[in-house]
């Protein structure tokens, strides 16, 4: 199974920064990739698939790059609504498999 | 509006089996593919299985190969999941979730339903 490591698996940023979070792939995934978003009590959100392609109705303030086994999810100005956790999605191939999770909280 | 909505989640004991649905309204279930995602307490999310449009294509991830089966049936607009051989570490909320138009990323997601395994 290809194996999604994320990092960091939390920080701690304020209200207009810039966040980043890096996933990478124990082997390639073409573009297969993908981000949520979840908060507490609540299902997960897409953000980002295809790599770089942001679901509708998503800010631009969030973009997604990368290629082949390192990919990044970035969050410029952060907003408040923004605190929660990231997950990277691969669906490359089977079984597809999720990163840890990055817990991104208020300092 | 696209909706999802699963049922069937239960406490049950260590070796049984359950079922679980997913009823899907706002979309065409026939043109897209559906898959189970599930987050045991305090973690983080686990892909359990995809199912593609037609049932051709099916995947599920190595902790619950040979004892999960997904299914879909079109016409009533519904995903399955038959869950045999339950165990400890299989308690999780279970969310249903709709591929995308062009893509097989989790879209749409459920609200999820709640499995605990427990003697």
């Known amino acids: 199974a290809i194996r999604m490591t994320q990092s960091p698996s939390s920080l701690s940023a304020s209200t207009g920064d810039t966040v980043t979070v890096t996933c990478r792939a124990s082997?390639?995934?073409?573009?297969?990739l993908a981000w949520y978003q979840q908060k507490p009590g609540k299902a997960p959100k897409p953000l980002i698939y295809?790599?770089?392609t942001l679901q509708s109705g998503v800010p631009s303030r969030f973009s997604g790059s990368g290629s082949g086994t390192d990919f990044t999810l970035t969050i410029s100005y952060l907003q408040s609504e923004d605190f929660a956790t990231y997950y990277c999605?691969?669906?490359?191939?089977?079984?597809?498999?999720f990163g840890q999770g990055t817990k991104v909280e208020i300092k | 509006e696209v909706q999802l909505v699963e049922s069937g989640g239960a406490l049950v004991q260590p070796g049984r089996s359950l079922r679980l649905s997913c009823a899907v309204s706002?979309?065409?279930?026939?043109?897209?593919?559906m898959q189970w995602v599930r987050q045991g307490p305090g973690k983080g999310l686990e892909w359990v299985s995809t199912?593609?449009?037609?049932?051709?294509?099916?995947g599920y991830a190595d902790s619950v190969k040979g004892r999960f089966t997904i299914s879909r049936d079109n016409a009533k607009s519904s995903l399955y999941l038959q869950m045999d051989s339950l165990r400890p570490e299989d308690t999780a909320l279970y969310y249903c979730?709709?591929?995308?138009?062009?893509?097989?990323?989790?879209?749409?997601w459920g609200q999820g339903t709640l499995v605990t395994v427990s003697s």
């Open positions: 979730a709709k591929g995308g138009s062009r893509d097989w990323y989790a879209e749409s």
């Open positions: 706002g979309f065409t279930l026939d043109d897209y593919a």
């Open positions: 199912i593609n449009w037609n049932s051709g294509s099916i």
């Open positions: 082997q390639g995934v073409s573009i297969n």
């Open positions: 295809g790599v770089s």
């Open positions: 999605h691969q669906y490359d191939s089977y079984p597809w498999t």
